[in-house]
């Protein structure tokens, strides 16, 4: 089996999660306004600022539109999708913790998916714009299928 193949076990459903639809439509939405506002506007460093505006929210809406899901699971183990391609390890080679960081005066919760035990070790840190929900229902459910 290769990184890319996805794993499943048929007794236990898969668990997914990627960024709100509503989310990414939003992101597409403010790219396309501010790339026509870039074109109709008559000052040049307006226009690049709208421009360069316009090509940072394609980016991110054309990341959250393509790493659909963004985050999978199975009781077989976890595969997290990026921009170059999806990773999978088995259960045996991650750690799944809920990690919380206090940011300008606000606390804030990811999952870390830790592949240190793995043959290419990672460490990927999702957090809920990622994975569209409260990353605690994330690691909860991860953790229920682990065992």
Known sequence: MTADEPITHPAHPAASWAPRPAVVGVGWAAAAVAGATAVLVDDPRGALLLAVAAAVLATLALHGTVVRPRLSADAAGVTVRGLTGARTWRWGE?????????????????????????????????????????????VNALLRLRT
């Open 94 to 138: 991650v750690n799944v913790r809920l990690a919380t960081h206090r940011r300008l005066g606000r606390e804030t919760t990811s999952v870390e998916v830790d592949a240190d035990g793995a043959a290419e070790p990672a460490l990927v840190v999702l957090g809920q714009l990622d994975l569209g929900v409260d990353p605690r229902e994330v």
